[in-house]
């Protein structure tokens, strides 16, 4: 479904963020990228739907290159794909189903999308999709006024709003309670199996990605160090992933 | 540790020097500017003299009142010319600033053309619009409205530029990544966001502008400046006082009805 493959990328042309980045997810798989800080995960998200863009390499998705299209192509192209963040990125003022519906701005055209003419059918999708999220009854608040655990799943309303093959998570439960985490997390889950989009997740916790993820992908100074089944995640494993020498390797080759 | 806390002593002795400096400074100055314009501070404790002749004879009393319809109907003027020129240049501004900022720029000369303009109409000093804009329209109300119009041009440009630029990069990208074009991201996303402090810089302009209409209006021969001048002249103290109390009350209203406006959208 989405494959990277040789990804390369470097923010000051000197100093490689990405070296020579490779893996594959499946259709309807939840895939957790780990690593430790500044490994390059925020950036290998960015690069699949091209918030940045990177030097060398491929991102294919569903065989179509996303590095390779023109500006109103990979307009089309994003659709494919939801993004929900860290600190969730909703605009605040507005209510929770007008962020919803800013999902399906990018199916629209430019008129359309200025002055909020959303059809019908668009509107009653946004509000089952919050009450799918459990929010159904939130939609008119707005979503200054909502806890870190709703506006995550507000966020989640809209990427599915897309009619998203791939949703992309960077650390989507970094700012979040235990409670609204679990919640967060089976969500994600739940629409990998019922709708088979797949997921793919930067995490910082080792046994979140265990538990919830299907492969896993270990990053450190922006090479891949592992990529497995989740089983295959063993503690040392783990521990190797998070290995700080590698990191200073990769900083004393510059 | 040693050297460590050495440094934070260093840091803190750093600061409280730039403290100092600062203060130094700023006497310094005052006593130049002082010497230079041969102003002594003592002579504020004479200016009661000035004051009880200025009481006495600027009360508003019996006979000034038979102007307050004429007062009346040129502080509306006033008021209107402020608020119509606050208007139309706060939507020309965010047009400009929104070309201009440098997180939505689209083109680098765009930018300092915007930034060079908006600065030279802002620094140009109101009562230099009002003289040169007396040369081309004369004694109009035109000449009061357009000397408001570029000062606040200028001023709301700068103003709403960095309110834009303050405005997190992040939730843009978020828009960005659903497939939503420039404009929608700008109208769906930009605009929802900092309307609120938008026309909080408009309310302020607008307050602001009432209190220079009267001084554009003394030049330009128009609205409430003009009958101020005229009574004052004219020797009606009492008259020229009441004026005085008239822009008093408008610019308090404004301001009492701006924060109430301030307030409801928050
Ligand atoms: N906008 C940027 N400009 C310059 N360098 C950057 C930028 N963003 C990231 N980097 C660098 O690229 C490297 C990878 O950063 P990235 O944000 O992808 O790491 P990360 O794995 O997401 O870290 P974290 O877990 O802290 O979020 C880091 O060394 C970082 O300093
Ligand atoms: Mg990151």
Redesign the interface.
């Known amino acids: 479904m989405l494959e990277v493959k040789h990804l390369m990328k470097s923010y000051d042309g000197h100093k490689r963020s990405l070296t020579d980045v490779s893996f594959t997810v499946a259709t309807g798989e939840v895939a957790a990228i780990i690593g430790p800080s500044g490994a390059g995960k925020t950036t290998i998200l960015r690069s699949i739907?091209q918030?940045i863009k990177d030097d060398e390499g491929q991102v294919l998705l569903n065989e179509l290159d996303m590095r390779q299209l023109n500006r109103s192509q990979l307009?089309?192209?994003?659709?494919n794909?939801?993004?929900i963040?860290q600190?969730y990125?909703?605009?605040?003022?507005?209510t929770a189903i007008e962020n919803v519906l800013?999902?399906?701005?990018?199916?629209?055209s430019?008129l359309a999308?200025?002055?909020?003419l959303y059809r019908q059918s668009e509107k009653e999708e946004a509000l089952q999709l919050l009450q799918k999220v459990g929010l159904g009854n939130f939609a008119y608040q707005q979503c200054r006024h909502l806890s870190g655990g709703q506006k995550q799943r507000v966020g989640i309303a809209?990427a599915l709003m897309?009619h998203p093959k791939l949703i992309l998570c960077d650390e989507p439960i970094a700012s979040l309670d235990p409670k609204s985490s679990t919640l967060v997390m089976e969500t994600l889950r739940q629409l990998a199996i019922e709708e088979h989009i797949s997921v793919l997740i930067n995490l910082h916790q080792v046994d979140i990605s265990r538990q919830y993820a299907d492969h896993i992908i270990g990053i450190n100074g922006g090479q891949v160090v592992f990529d497995d089944h989740a089983e295959a995640l063993t503690d040392t494993a783990a521990a190797q992933i998070y290995r700080k020498d590698l990191v200073l390797n990769e900083e004393a080759a510059v | 540790m040693t050297p460590k806390a050495l440094t934070i002593s260093q840091f803190f002795f750093k600061k409280r020097l730039h403290l100092t400096l600062l203060v130094l400074i700023l006497g310094l100055a005052y006593v130049v500017s002082s010497i230079g314009l041969g102003f002594q501070t003592t002579a504020l404790f004479h200016a009661q003299d000035g004051l009880i002749w200025l009481l006495h004879n600027f009360i508003p009393n019996a006979e000034s009142m038979r102007y307050w319809q004429d007062i009346g109907h040129q502080l509306v003027r006033t008021f209107l010319i402020a608020v119509t020129s606050t208007t139309c240049a706060a939507v020309i501004s965010l047009f400009l600033a929104a070309l201009g900022a440098n997180t939505l720029s689209l083109n680098n000369a765009v930018t300092w053309f915007i930034r060079g303009f908006s600065s030279l109409m802002r620094n140009i000093p109101i009562v230099a619009w009002a003289m040169i804009l007396l040369f081309s329209f004369k004694q109009n109300d035109l000449t009061g409205f357009l000397a408001l119009f570029f000062m606040t041009m200028g001023f709301l440009t700068r103003a709403f530029m960095e309110t834009i630029e303050d405005f997190g990069m992040?939730?843009i990208?978020?828009?960005?990544?659903?497939?939503?074009?420039y404009?929608?991201v700008i109208?769906?996303?930009l605009l929802?966001?900092i309307?609120?402090a938008l026309l909080s810089w408009v309310l302020y302009m607008i307050e602001n502008n009432v209190r220079d209409a009267t001084l554009v209006g003394l030049l330009t021969g128009t609205g409430i400046g003009f009958i101020f001048d005229l009574y004052f002249k004219g020797m009606r103290y009492g008259a020229a006082g009441l004026v005085v109390l008239a822009v008093i009350i408008l610019v308090v209203g404004v301001e009492v009805i701006s924060n109430l406006i301030g307030r409801l959208i928050e």
Not at chain 1, 75 to 79: F, G, L, S
Not at chain 1, 89 to 94: A, G, K, M, S, T
Not at chain 1, 113 to 116: D, H, L, N, R
Not at chain 2, 173 to 180: P, R, V
Request: charged fraction near 15%.
């Open positions: 739907n918030l307009r089309q192209a994003r659709q794909i939801g993004m963040f600190n990125n909703l605009i605040e003022p507005l800013h999902g399906c701005l990018g199916n629209k430019t999308g200025i002055f909020s809209r897309q | 992040d939730k990208e978020a828009l960005q990544a659903t497939g939503a074009n404009l929608q109208f769906q996303g929802p966001e309307a609120a």
